[in-house]
């Protein structure tokens, strides 16, 4: 479909959903190019309307503000020092007073969603259209920094469910009428990849988005069958999902002969930050209001590593406010190379997921495992133990409402991801510990890639990183 054409599809779908998606891409083409105090000075309004709706609709934030000596409703402005005197929120908080975190009444409607947590423990939260359309523009607009507009192609190398429901089968249909293509990360196997390839030939996008380490898998059997990905109309691929190394970077670049950008952001929190043409990070200030800070909470100085702690801007739904991510992140003291006000990252320490092999052969993403877990109530903390390509070792601390019949539908998803003759083993234990790191990584496995495929055959010559 050209272009203009899938834009007012994408246009006329975003207004039935009553989402603001265009309107805030507008904003946001204009606000990006202010300076730095200027931005800063709409996050400051940005966040005391938030507080206003929070004090209003949030009995759990109300009281967290009231402790802290805040009335947003009668304050006409407010500072970050002001902000400051909240303290910090986790995910146990999060999860523990939802309910009273929650505003129902929310424009749009509050939407339930949920996500693995860097302690591999799901969380369910709620967001509202306003955080729908802030990903949304956010993502158009860093797409625009590397010449890609609304309603090009774009193909997403995404995770999919087993089974196709009718509901998922109109998405697919409208994914073609905006012009996205979706190649599903959870069924990687060698025919599947190549059958990807040549689907991504005949699409011609101009932008490939999906996981890190699935992109470099595909990168890396393109490679291996000398398949020549390099297409006149693409410009970009952007990864996301996990942190992107530098030879993952690499092999994608080579297969695919365009420039690769990686992406920042977490479900609950939403899209947070992408990679600019200039290599830098660049923040979505508007929507986040970034804090970093040292183990007791205290902010360090800009250059210095600590924890991501996040305020969402548009989380009117479900308020994260001071919401300690797990993340460790460097904010920049320099401003973006291409004179935008936004702020910029200089380092990004994500979780790390491991690729699943079936007995096979197919790879998939660890999001195929963790989808079944994080979506089964009963299920608290987990890891997920792959020790060969026919066994997974399950730890799961159960909640309240664990039971035989929970844990037999936890063996049946897997059973059905991983497919016939699998040994599933599931554990209940007190605590899962930490790697050695002081990393979670929530499904692990001991497999080895198809033959061909292991990361080191792809690994950059060393005059070619210079």
Known sequence: MPAAASRLVYRLQEAAFRRPTFAYLRDLEVSQWQPRPAVEQLQMAKLLALLR??????PYHARRLAAAGLDPAAMDSVTLDDLRRLPLMDKEEARGHRDEIVWRGVRGGAHRYNTGGS????LVFYFGRWRQASDAAGRMRARRWWGVEPGEREVYLWGAPVELSKTDRMKSFRDRLVNQLVLNAFAMSPAAMDEYMEAIAR?????VYGYASSLALLARRAVQRGVDLRLPSLRVV?????PLYPDQREVIGRAFGCAVANEYGSRDVGFTAHETPAGQMVLM????????????GAPVAPGTPGEAVMTGLCSEAQPFIRYRTGDRVTLSPAGCREGRGLHVLDQVAGRTTDLVVRPDQTVMH?????????????VGEFRVHQTAPDRLEVAVVPTAQWSDAVAAAVRAGLAARMGEGVTIEITPCAAIPADPSGKFRYVVSDCALPAGLERDQFAAPVEATR
Do not use: K, M, N
């Open 203 to 207: 699409f011609r996008p101009r932008c």
């Open 238 to 242: 952007c990864t996301t999902g996990e």
């Open 366 to 378: 660890a999001l195929a495992i963790i989808y079944v877990l994080r979506a089964t109530d009963g």
């Open 53 to 58: 709706i929070a004090q209003r609709h949030s």
């Open 119 to 122: 302690s591999g423990r799901p």
């Open 285 to 296: 200030s508007e929507s986040i209001l970034l804090e970093v800070v040292d183990p007791s």
